[in-house]
DNA sequence: CAGTGGTCTAGACCACTGA
DNA sequence: CAGTGGTCTAGACCACTGT
């Protein structure tokens, strides 16, 4: 049946946006079996492609599970994620409305210790630049980074000036694009990092790790200290 | 030009990798153009729709950045975003191969505090129910659970059993989708910490704060604390 | 205003998998 | 083996926005 004055043409996200309030509003039960793409189609007088974009956002989203043969259902529990950006250090400062300095605090070549060598799977020659630097925001302390970088697979490092830009900077225009592992956890300040960030000894402090990798070859390894109190918040 | 030997199609997924590999090769630099969808169709001998998808795809994985009539390019700095799940501890204590097991600690409802009224919006009259749980692995403390429950919105609540079902499981079943703001910090044990997780005073301990809403009313406060050197990983 | 991406369509074939 | 989602196509119209 054709409705002779539609303007408007059903859109994907008209079809999320009514799949999710039917979700939302308990028509559809966590569980339960959605109608297949051909009948919703039907239903929303639209192409199956249409629906099918839509279902499957849907599902990316982690609101329903889709099974050959079997079929949409609403998922049991909402498979819930949260995403969070990881931004560099000057522009997370920045969007605060605080004024970005940068300082290096320590910058030497060598061998890797041993437990480097094994987290990045380095070979047993080859060395490493070992960095530590300070963050600050509007002229205090805001991250203390102990950073890590493969000397053989960026030669450049060698002749790079980390007193005036980041390594993090650096390296992003270095190094196109990268896999990472990210970490966080809660540690206390040790000696270095309370005098850095002018903290307690034992302050509880928030940590991230993060190690990267190009094509298979280590990268850079990292770990951040935020100053106490420190939050990373997220909506989803 | 048609190949007449052409037994596989190119996919979406064919045209993502192939494009990833270029950037990361660096044969496109990040700020580059790249050719339009037309011309990529072309080159790919496929549907316009196919490099579509693929392209789309990449700017939602945040490596280009398309606009209309500028075209697309690779991103300058790509922008990186890490994913985390949210798992429910009886999962998340389940996968690591452990035995989980669940306590509750104090039930009673109330008047919320002024803070809790503050931050999830909450009308002035109304009641809450404040919870305290622990779950374990295999035996150990694993994570220390402070939660308050919304009794307005769910008066199911009042009679709910606590005892044997932990409240984000209990809830799942109840709100069948909400928005919920998520944030990490680092946190110093207090008494009552330290007594459940079983670490000194003042440990540093990784915490977990969550507000949920549900069609813009407050449903559940929660502030959870992991054991002392738990971590939350995710790769990218 | 013209070029680019955004979306929809109607149809087709295929891959997977539950019954 | 039959039903469902996964994907591709060829074409079309439209929305946005830089020039």
Redesign the interface.
Known sequence: MTTAGRILKTTYKDIKADI?SK??Q?IW??GSLLPNEVALAESYDCARATVNRAMRELAEDG?IERKRKAGSR?RL??????????P?VRREIEELGAQYRYALVKSEAGAPPDWLRARLQLPKTGEVLHLACMHYADGAPYQFEDRWINLTLLPQAWEADFSSVGPNEWL??QV??S??????????ADKAISDHLGCPI??????VERATW??GQAVTAVRLWHR?????????
Chains 1, 2 share one sequence.
């Open positions: 999710l979700i939302v308990g039960t966590p609101l609403v529990s909402p498979l819930r994620q949260a995403r969070f950006d990881i560099l992003v225009g196109p694009f896999n990472a592992e990210i970490s966080f956890s809660a540690t206390a034992d302050a509880p402090v928030f940590q190009w094509n106490p109190g420190h939050r990373m918040t997220t909506r989803y």
